[in-house]
Structures are given as C-alpha cells and as structure tokens.
C-alpha cells in the first residue's frame, strides 16, 4: 500500500519561500510510470494543481504558478519537494502531495486518477 506524507512549516512570511517534503512508503518514486503531483486548496476554494515530477525526474507546472515554482527528488530518501518562492498570503491554504498514473494535471474530470494522497498540511503565510 503506497502511503505519502507531507512535512514542513505550517507558518511562512510572506516573501519567503514556501518549502514542503512528501515522504513517499509502499513504493518507489522511479516506478514508472508514475508521476508525483503538488495540490493545494485555498480556504473557501476547490482544488489547484501545482505540479508533478515524474518517475524520469522530470516536471511540469501550472502555468500560473510556474514562475515561483519547483519540484525536486530525492531518490535515496524516497521524497519529493515543493518549493514556491515569494509567498503571499493567497498561497495560504491545505497542500497535498498525491500520486497519479500518468502525464494528468489534476482537474475535476481526471481526480480518479489520483489514487494515493498525503492527509494534507496547513499552510498560512502571514507576517
């Protein structure tokens, strides 16, 4: 069973950057052919993709985040992370890390696809 979790402040400034890890147990991140997603929802709001990195090691973003946005590895500790830079408080929200078994952004219409989530973590950027 293939479990993932997410670590890392609950408390950021704003201009700093935001920094999470998704302890990855149950199965390899180079598995192919699966790719390893960032979520995030906004108090009040559905559901915004960030980005994934495959099992290749390679991303993509959302276009509307991609400027502040990066995702890395770390095979040998079997972790991905998430690193949004010049944080503002609408990045204030639940981040997820999820696994998807393909190239699929999340959206509405391809949620099934996303079979394992991490629980969530809290995030506030705020001074």
């Known amino acids: 069973q293939v479990q993932l979790q997410e670590s890392g402040p609950g408390l950021v400034k704003p201009s700093q950057t935001l920094s999470l890890t998704c302890t990855v147990s149950g199965g390899a991140i180079t598995t192919a052919y699966y790719y390893w997603s960032w979520i995030r929802q906004p108090p009040g709001k559905g559901l915004e993709w960030i980005g994934y990195?495959?099992?290749?090691?390679?991303?993509y973003y959302s276009p509307s985040l991609k400027s502040r946005t990066s995702i890395s590895r770390d095979t040998s500790k079997n972790q991905f992370t998430l690193q949004l830079s010049s944080s503002t408080p609408e990045d204030t929200g639940v981040y997820y890390c999820?696994?998807?078994?393909?190239?699929?952004?999340?959206?509405?219409?391809?949620?099934?696809?996303?079979?394992?989530w991490g629980q969530g973590t809290q995030v506030t950027v705020s001074s």
């Open positions: 990195i495959s099992y290749r090691g390679n991303t």
């Open positions: 999820a696994r998807v078994g393909g190239p699929y952004p999340y959206s509405e219409d391809n949620r099934g696809l996303y079979a394992y």
